[in-house]
């Protein structure tokens, strides 16, 4: 079998897996072209500048808990980055409360509400739930009052289908994500209880973001990419050419490049398609961004704030300028990232300008902006492929897929999109350094430890 030095690498996606991969490789000294299908780097986690205004694809920040991940972030920010702690929300019955939902916020519901909530966490103690579907999951954690007024509708409008149809991994990750810094425990009165009291020693926990937005990140990974003399192919899209077990070569447009090993990070569904494999049934959600460029302030000073509410368009909202103030043009603008999901090609999708002024009408609404005359700007971006749609029976067609591709033992999966992977960046970052470890390995460099990769010791 070919290693890593036996040929060229070639990896599909200019992502975090993709770039950090592409860097570890060639600092090992191996041969590497990157192919990206967009116009830049990136890949979910890049960003969109317009006229000094900084936009991320919604709320960006990088958390590890990874030494190496850490370790590695540093070599690459290059100490050009802020700390700041957390500062989200969530609008529910036309008022802003903490998010992540804490036992206090249960207080200031309205009586009925709350007194329901309340005796929903006692009553939890003596039920049983089933775990098979969001549904049941948020059920079991925060009973079904919360669950009725607030997880239902918002995960109801995010994903597009209906929670009893959406896979508990969706409520695991997806929820232990949106509070990852709080651990918050909330399924029983006891354990709301000793959440309530033990709130006051609850530490924040500092998040990391380069000082003019995410892409400097990865353009300073990518400036290092190719001073170590690798290729990165950008405005193309790779296909792969296989059979008998391997993957000859990538087509880059109607460039053909031999390789020895692929790692692969666009969507499984495409690999499988490319290599004549049955198409597995794993949709990934769609997103329009409307990047708002304000004059003057906004009232609150959240990062970003959940916005359920199935009258209103957009469902989270995010605010670059309290990331860094690098990302806007002057002291008295404002950048306002809103989010809508959609699937590629719907009608959403097809006509998302059409929707340009509903969003600013639902800032006026939600008292984010005063007047439709703050707005100078509105840019509208379509984004591919940014969550794997967990419905129930995804974990089945998932294994069918990933066992097709092994049947290619040169082709590596890896990152959020190639994996089917709810994520963060820094799983990708860990990801990217496990494979590399892995490959190199497999090539006879055993004596490499992840920290090596982090610390750029390879050579
Ligand atoms: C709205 C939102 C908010 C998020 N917030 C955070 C956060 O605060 N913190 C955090 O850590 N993570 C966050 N994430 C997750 C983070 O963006 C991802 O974990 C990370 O970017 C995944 O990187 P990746 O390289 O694995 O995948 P991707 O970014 O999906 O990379 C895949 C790449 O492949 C390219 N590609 C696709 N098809 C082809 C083809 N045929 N040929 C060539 N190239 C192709 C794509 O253009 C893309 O660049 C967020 C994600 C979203 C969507």
Redesign the pocket.
Known sequence: MNTVFDGHVVI???????LISAHLLLEAGCQVTV????DTVG???RSFQYDGFAFD???????TENPNVSAYLDRVIEGDGTMFPRRSEVYFMGKYYRWPLHPKNLLQLPKTLAAKAFVDLGLNNFREYEIDSFEQYVLRQYGPTLYEHFFKGYSQKFLGIDPAMTHPDWAKVGLNRAIIDDKMQMQNLTQLLKTTLTQFNNHEIDFLYPTNGMWQAWHNIAGRVEALGGRIILNT??RLEGGNGRVDRVWAGEEAIDCSTVIW???IT?ATEQLGLKTPNLPYLG?LIYNVCVEGTVPRDYQWCYYGASDLVFSRVSIPKFFSEATVPHANAVGVCC?VTCMEGDERWRHAERMTDWVVDDLVKVGMISSRRQVHDVHVERIK???PIYHKTYPGELEIARRGLETFPNLHLA???GMFWY??????IENAMQLCKRLLRDAGKAEIEEEHLAAGQVA
């Open positions: 599909v996606g200019g992502g975090v897996a993709g192919i990206e299908r967009g890949g979910l986690a694809i919604g709320p960006h920040r990088f958390h899209s790779a990070t666009a969507p495409v997103m989010e492929e940014t969550y990152g959020r999109t994520n963060n960046m820094d799983h990708s």
